[in-house]
């Protein structure tokens, strides 16, 4: 199973930034996606960003040009470098990979964090 370990939450001022890591660690094959979710107080979960084992990377329409994601050499940690932050990115924002157990290298299973708070204050 594959445990993912956020860091890097916090209370900012608007037009400030953030730096949020996601550690993988655990029994693993591959990892296929990791990115990023966020849920904002009384909303459902939504898309952040997201970035492949190939190092092709996707975002959200309201985080591009402010948020970058990226991978490190190992494959195993993600990091979203955050700036420009606005009040409307105060959520808690939860790591996510996509994942195959050695046992079965054809599965493709789902993993979340357990989620870090960003609060962006005017």
């Known amino acids: 199973q594959v445990q993912l370990v956020e860091s890097g939450g916090g209370l900012v001022q608007a037009g400030r930034s953030l730096r949020l890591s996601c550690a993988a660690s655990?029994?693993?094959?591959?990892?296929?996606?990791m990115g990023w979710y966020r849920q904002a107080p009384g909303k459902q979960r939504e898309f952040v960003s997201t970035?492949?084992?190939?190092?092709?990377?996707n975002s959200a329409n309201s985080v591009k040009g402010r948020f970058t994601i990226s991978r490190d050499a190992s494959k195993n940690t993600v990091t979203l470098q955050m700036n420009s932050l606005k009040p409307e990115d105060t959520a808690v924002y939860y790591c996510?990979?996509?994942?195959?157990?050695?046992?079965?290298?054809?599965?493709?299973?789902?993993?979340w964090g357990q989620g870090t708070e960003v609060t962006v204050s005017s």
């Open positions: 970035v492949t084992s190939g190092g092709g990377t």
């Open positions: 996510n990979a996509v994942a195959s157990p050695p046992s079965r290298p054809s599965a493709r299973l789902i993993y």
């Open positions: 655990g029994s693993f094959g591959s990892i296929y996606v």
